[in-house]
T-cell receptor
């Protein structure tokens, strides 16, 4: 069974631009969560989607948004990029509600903002 | 708010020896889950072990075991017979069934041959 895939793997943008990251969960998984990883702040929860509904949201500004499609694939969008948005963005999927069952992580998308 | 603390930024162990990584957490919840994740240089997060708070028995997975002390809010990871492939960043994480994993700052483990 294929694992969680994230595209693109690497991305370079400039300040003020916007970016969309994609996550394809493991087949049959209905929950997708997003995390931001930086050297200074560590791993921080962005949001979780289950069956196309946002179930939880972390403490990030409104520039960070996401959505989930009927096939459980999820996208994350960051508008008006800032230098501090440079990070590794990790996506995780789970069969049921995240937290109750195991989450499987993708390889991440490395975003660099210049 | 729940917090997770890993007080050891770096640890080192000799191959074949045993090492223990520390983790403490703070919560007012009674039902929750605790995890140890491993992140090697490839950055792929891998679940090492999981503990349900309602279970008194400590979880074990082959060479990995935990010491879960609910009253003390402590959740340490013991790696026995350490191997070179165990070298990685290890994260302790908490989840209250709300879908949000709260991670500690991580402990970088190096394994010396």
């Amino acid at each position: 069974k294929a694992g969680v895939t994230q595209t693109p793997r690497y991305l370079i943008k400039t300040r003020g631009q916007q970016v969309t990251l994609s996550c394809s969960p493991i087949s049959g998984h209905r929950s997708v969560s997003w995390y931001q990883q930086t050297p200074g702040q560590g791993l921080q929860f962005l949001f979780e989607y289950f069956s196309e509904t946002q179930r939880n949201k972390g403490n990030f500004p409104g520039r960070f948004s996401g959505r989930q499609f009927s096939n459980s694939r999820s996208e994350m969008n960051v508008s008006t990029l800032e230098l501090g948005d440079s990070a590794l963005y990790l996506c995780a999927s789970s069969r049921g509600l995240a937290g109750v069952v195991e989450q499987f992580f993708g390889p991440g998308t490395r975003l660099t903002v210049l | 708010a729940q917090t997770v603390t890993q007080s050891q930024p770096e640890m080192s162990v000799q191959e074949a020896e045993t090492v223990t990584l520390s983790c403490t957490y703070d919560t007012s919840e009674s039902d929750y889950y605790l995890f140890w994740y491993k992140q090697p240089p490839s950055r792929q997060m891998i679940l090492v072990i999981r503990q349900e708070a309602y279970k008194q028995q400590n979880a074990t997975e082959n060479r990995f075991s935990v010491n879960f002390q609910k009253a003390a809010k402590s959740f340490s990871l013991k790696i026995s017979d350490s191997q070179l492939g165990d070298a990685a960043m290890y994260f302790c994480a908490y989840n209250n069934q709300g879908g949000k994993l709260i991670f500690g700052q991580g402990t970088e483990l190096s394994v010396k041959p």
